[in-house]
């Protein structure tokens, strides 16, 4: 019975072999429409049909005895057997063949296998067939708390209501078992291994060629050999053998394009290959079309085409990292302009943010009292940082320009010499006269002032001026270094020195403002002045008054570049020096308790100028 199963086995192995790789191969051909001419093999079909069939197969019959009720006896089942099939040309017993002498009398029967003749004794086939291990004694087993012992019965954990059902026989089990294996292997691709046994004795030294023959004969090794050297070494469908070879040509890379049929790129492979098709020469080919594949005879043609494949690796992997990289610095570039995009619009917000808040600060800034002075400027961001100190300029040039649009004309024009006077002192002196009124004629204060009035329109009618820019009473410096109370007239033309001794006469001749080259001054309060001359000895005198000298310095500068473009040369000396009879001297101040007025004197070889304690 054992021998049985196992020979059903290979029988059962043998056709699926059978119908895979000899029987399905050749039909494959025919319905790809491929020229072929059949190779006959042997089909073991009839063998298992002789063993499985439902009703007239052996193991169905043994089935219907091992149900019987009664004593039923293995010769019983031989009976049975030689009814059914006797006349079955691969089977045979001592009951349908007399003539036969090697089989036993109601105990033998011979099957005709692929592999060759088997005879088998029916004693213990009903026995071995029979399971008389019911299904509940499985499920005890199942449930037992042993895990070996429990994997052994997997069957136990079938539903209860199958426990008084009777169980299958061993034959119908090994049948069903085979059909699931070969339905599991029909769904495979299968790769064969034949082991062939060169003697019967497991030797390795002796080797029987009848013994080898036989074994290749019914293995149908010769049959697969023909159908293999007949056919194709590979085939393929159309879309798969396009998909991996299109990148060898240039017509299907990177798609093909011409027509919608993807047997056409095909086509085109090949031509590109050089590969003759079997359309063409029947005799020789490379390749055959069939409906849905393609057929490649040789294994050297796959092989090329395998290597062109692998030849145009380096080019695909090239130009994979070209547009890889490309994609890469496209993302990079994409997230850099978002980047930019999203810092430009961050900063606008900031930027209108702070103009909001700005123009919210300085909405009323007319109306302020100070015009803006003490309001909070907002932080501005850090690009318009350059931009906000441009705002305060122009915030201080309104105001200034508002504050000075509110004064009179006389005050706008004392604020521009007052503005001229701090350009000129502001880095020697922190006091020169900018707190008080900057008149002009300060000649008036003269107790003589009616002769003096007098005199001035005389030398105006005289000298043809216009315009009395600044008069003060000074102490002038002779050449002689004593000390000459005069009034000082500056015009837009001349300085003119007025002796009011004698009538505010004018001097020996004016003084003409080209001829001033600059003026020297003192850090201190004395009201000094050193006019220095381009020609003649330098003008050294005591403005009288607080800091009326800077007044008259600032009126020298604007005149001498109204008049000639050139700036006025003003020094701030402790000492300052001027020039009498081409000779240098300076002018030392000292105080002096007894002292009414401003007086020169000399002193060694420079002049004092000695000034009264409260001066």
Same mark, same amino acid.
């Given at each position: 019975?054992?021998? &049985?199963?196992?020979?059903?086995?290979?029988?059962?192995?043998?056709?699926?072999?059978?119908?895979?790789? &000899?029987?399905?191969?050749?039909?494959?051909?025919?319905?790809?429409?491929?020229?072929?001419?059949?190779?006959?093999?042997?089909?073991?079909?009839?063998?298992? *049909?002789?063993?499985?069939?439902?009703?007239?197969?052996?193991?169905?019959?043994?089935?219907?005895?091992?149900?019987?009720?009664? *004593?039923?006896?293995?010769?019983?089942?031989?009976?049975?057997?030689?009814?059914?099939?006797?006349?079955?040309?691969?089977?045979?017993?001592?009951?349908?063949?007399?003539? *036969?002498?090697?089989?036993?009398?109601?105990?033998?029967? #011979?099957?005709?296998?692929?592999?060759?003749?088997?005879?088998?004794?029916?004693?213990?086939?009903?026995?071995?067939?029979?399971?008389?291990?019911?299904?509940?004694?499985?499920?005890?087993?199942?449930?037992?708390?042993?895990?070996?012992?429990?994997?052994? %019965?997997?069957?136990?954990?079938?539903?209860?209501?199958?426990?008084?059902?009777?169980?299958?026989?061993?034959?119908?089990?090994?049948?069903?078992?085979?059909?699931?294996?070969?339905?599991?292997?029909?769904?495979?691709?299968?790769?064969?291994?034949?082991?062939?046994?060169?003697?019967?004795?497991?030797?390795?030294?002796?080797?029987?060629?009848?013994?080898?023959?036989?074994?290749?004969?019914?293995?149908?090794?010769?049959?697969?050999?023909?159908?293999?050297?007949?056919?194709?070494?590979?085939?393929?469908?159309?879309?798969?053998?396009?998909?991996?070879?299109?990148?060898?040509?240039?017509?299907? %890379?990177?798609? %093909?394009?011409?027509?919608?049929?993807?047997?056409?790129?095909?086509?085109?492979?090949? !031509?590109?290959?050089?590969?003759?098709?079997?359309?063409?020469?029947?005799?020789?080919?490379?390749?055959?079309?069939?409906?849905?594949?393609?057929?490649?005879?040789?294994?050297?043609?796959?092989?090329?085409?395998?290597?062109?494949? #692998?030849?145009?690796?380096?080019?695909?992997?090239?130009?994979?990292?070209?547009?890889?990289?490309?994609?890469?610095?496209?993302?990079?570039? #994409?997230?850099?302009?978002?980047?930019?995009?999203?810092?430009?619009?961050?900063?606008?917000?900031?930027? /209108?943010?702070?103009?909001?808040?700005?123009?919210?600060?300085?909405?009323?800034?007319?109306?302020?009292?100070?015009?803006?002075?003490?309001?909070?400027?907002?932080?501005?961001?850090?690009?318009?940082?350059?931009?906000?100190?441009?705002?305060?300029?122009?915030?201080?040039? %309104?105001?200034?320009?508002?504050?000075?649009?509110?004064?009179?004309?006389?005050?706008?024009?004392?604020? /521009?010499?007052?503005?001229?006077?701090?350009? &000129?002192?502001?880095? =020697?002196?922190?006091?020169?006269?900018?707190?008080?009124?900057?008149?002009?004629?300060?000649?008036?204060?003269?107790?003589?002032?009616?002769? =003096?009035?007098?005199?001035?329109?005389?030398?105006?009618?005289?000298?043809?001026?216009?315009?009395?820019?600044?008069?003060?009473?000074?102490?002038?410096? !002779?050449?002689?270094?004593?000390?000459?109370?005069?009034?000082?007239?500056?015009?837009? #033309?001349?300085?003119?020195?007025?002796?009011?001794?004698?009538?505010?006469?004018?001097?020996?001749?004016?003084?003409?403002?080209?001829?001033?080259?600059?003026?020297?001054?003192?850090?201190?309060?004395?009201?000094?002045?050193?006019?220095?001359?381009?020609?003649?000895?330098?003008?050294?005198?005591?403005?009288?008054?607080?800091?009326?000298?800077?007044?008259?310095?600032?009126?020298?500068?604007?005149?001498?570049?109204?008049?000639?473009?050139?700036?006025?040369?003003?020094?701030?000396?402790?000492?300052?020096?001027?020039?009498?009879?081409?000779?240098?001297?300076?002018?030392?101040?000292?105080?002096?308790?007894?002292?009414?007025?401003?007086?020169?004197?000399?002193?060694?070889?420079?002049?004092?100028?000695?000034?009264?304690?409260?001066?």
């Amino acid at each position: 019975f054992e021998q &049985l199963c196992i020979n059903y086995c290979n029988e059962k192995l043998q056709q699926l072999f059978i119908e895979l790789v &000899l029987q399905r191969e050749q039909e494959e051909y025919r319905n790809e429409g491929i020229v072929w001419k059949d190779v006959n093999f042997f089909n073991n079909k009839v063998i298992c *049909d002789l063993v499985e069939e439902n009703t007239k197969g052996i193991l169905a019959i043994l089935d219907e005895k091992c149900l019987m009720v009664g *004593d039923i006896k293995d010769r019983d089942f031989l009976f049975h057997l030689d009814r059914v099939v006797g006349k079955h040309e691969h089977y045979s017993s001592r009951q349908t063949d007399s003539a *036969d002498k090697e089989l036993r009398r109601d105990a033998d029967f #011979r099957l005709k296998h692929f592999a060759g003749d088997v005879v088998y004794c029916v004693d213990g086939f009903i026995e071995k067939n029979k399971d008389t291990l019911f299904q509940d004694l499985k499920r005890l087993l199942f449930s037992s708390k042993h895990a070996v012992l429990s994997s052994m %019965w997997e069957d136990g954990k079938l539903d209860i209501r199958a426990v008084t059902k009777r169980p299958i026989t061993a034959g119908k089990s090994f049948k069903q078992s085979m059909n699931e294996l070969v339905q599991q292997l029909s769904r495979k691709e299968p790769f064969y291994v034949r082991c062939i046994k060169p003697n019967e004795k497991k030797s390795p030294q002796e080797f029987r060629d009848s013994r080898v023959v036989h074994q290749i004969r019914y293995l149908g090794l010769v049959e697969n050999v023909r159908v293999r050297r007949a056919g194709y070494a590979n085939r393929q469908t159309f879309e798969h053998f396009y998909q991996r070879y299109k990148m060898i040509c240039a017509e299907t %890379w990177p798609n %093909w394009k011409k027509t919608r049929d993807i047997k056409d790129a095909v086509h085109a492979l090949c !031509a590109d290959a050089h590969l003759v098709e079997a359309a063409k020469n029947a005799q020789t080919h490379d390749v055959a079309f069939g409906r849905t594949k393609l057929f490649i005879s040789k294994p050297q043609t796959l092989a090329l085409l395998e290597q062109r494949r #692998r030849e145009r690796f380096p080019a695909l992997v090239t130009m994979l990292q070209t547009h890889w990289r490309a994609w890469l610095a496209r993302r990079y570039f #994409r997230r850099l302009r978002a980047i930019f995009f999203i810092k430009q619009c961050y900063k606008k917000y900031k930027t /209108r943010r702070f103009f909001r808040v700005l123009f919210g600060t300085f909405k009323d800034v007319r109306n302020h009292p100070k015009l803006g002075v003490g309001l909070p400027w907002p932080e501005p961001p850090l690009v318009l940082r350059p931009f906000i100190r441009y705002c305060r300029l122009i915030h201080s040039t %309104w105001r200034a320009h508002t504050i000075v649009a509110r004064l009179s004309e006389e005050q706008q024009k004392e604020m /521009r010499l007052k503005i001229i006077g701090l350009v &000129l002192c502001y880095k =020697y002196r922190n006091d020169w006269g900018y707190r008080r009124a900057w008149k002009g004629d300060y000649a008036r204060e003269h107790p003589l002032a009616d002769q =003096y009035t007098q005199a001035l329109d005389k030398l105006q009618r005289d000298l043809h001026f216009k315009h009395v820019l600044f008069t003060a009473v000074v102490m002038k410096m !002779a050449t002689t270094s004593k000390t000459q109370e005069r009034v000082l007239v500056l015009t837009e #033309r001349f300085m003119l020195k007025l002796d009011p001794t004698k009538h505010f006469k004018m001097g020996s001749h004016p003084v003409p403002l080209g001829d001033i080259v600059g003026v020297s001054l003192t850090t201190g309060v004395d009201g000094l002045l050193v006019v220095h001359m381009q020609k003649d000895n330098d003008v050294v005198f005591v403005v009288k008054g607080s800091q009326r000298n800077v007044e008259l310095t600032v009126w020298l500068t604007q005149m001498l570049f109204r008049l000639f473009g050139r700036v006025l040369k003003v020094q701030f000396q402790d000492t300052p020096a001027f020039k009498h009879k081409n000779k240098t001297s300076s002018i030392s101040i000292v105080r002096a308790d007894g002292a009414a007025e401003p007086a020169f004197a000399k002193s060694g070889a420079g002049v004092q100028l000695q000034l009264p304690s409260q001066y």
